[in-house]
């Protein structure tokens, strides 16, 4: 019996699992999933998605959003902060115009000024979407990209913003406060650079 607990504690953690960083979406790939959701009129997921990846927020802190957050004066804003619940500091964000109108039609459907929760949980109006039922929803919407789901996840959203700003500017200081890490160290982990990226940009720079 000890021998085969010992066998059991030994097999390593990520056997079977896919290990890594998941990946950013492409412009293109955005755009799909836009576009079908808009098409099968789910305003719902529609608002998630656009404000997911405006946001740049982990998923503990995406589904918790509330709608004193992103409105003010029955209008939705154009820029917004909260405080992480990792860090307890603050980090603001940009809502464009494609997130603010879908975000405008969630909000008519839900009639929910008085809500708390900008996306609450239909098993629980007093409780918000769980970060589960959000991975779930990001599978969801991957799949019928024809991309591997597996490949991506809650931290694809949170990471194509800034991946696309970071490979147009090589800003990584903006990508930094955008993200709202503490440590500039973390944000080169998060982005995943390495001396190839490093090389790439400084061959796009003449002096």
Avoid at 30 to 44: A, F, P, Q, S, Y
Avoid at 151 to 175: D, E, F, P, W
Avoid at 187 to 204: C, F, H, K, M, N
Wanted: aromatic residues 6%; hydrophobic residues 40%.
């Amino acid at each position: 019996m000890i021998e085969s607990d010992h066998l059991l504690e030994a097999q390593p953690w990520n056997k079977g699992r896919l290990i890594g960083q998941k990946r950013p979406l492409k412009s293109r790939d955005v755009w799909t999933i836009r576009t079908r959701l808009d098409l099968e009129g789910n305003k719902r997921d529609l608002a998630l998605f656009n404000l997911a990846i405006d946001s740049k927020l982990r998923a503990c802190d995406l589904v918790a959003i509330r709608v004193s957050d992103i409105q003010a004066a029955d209008r939705v804003r154009e820029r917004a902060s909260v405080i992480q619940k990792k860090t307890r500091l603050p980090v603001q964000f940009e809502l464009t115009e494609p997130t603010r109108l879908s975000l405008a039609c969630w909000l008519h459907v839900r009639r929910c000024q008085s809500a708390i929760y900008l996306f609450p949980s239909r098993l629980d109006s007093s409780k918000h979407l769980s970060t589960r039922q959000y991975a779930r929803l990001v599978h969801d919407w991957i799949a019928p990209t024809g991309l591997n789901s597996t490949s991506y996840g809650t931290h694809s959203m949170r990471r194509t913003k800034v991946a696309q700003i970071y490979r147009k500017t090589g800003n990584l200081r903006a990508v930094q406060l955008l993200l709202g890490h503490t440590k500039l160290e973390t944000t080169v982990r998060y982005l995943g650079i390495d001396v190839e990226d490093a090389l790439t940009l400084s061959e796009q720079l003449e002096i």
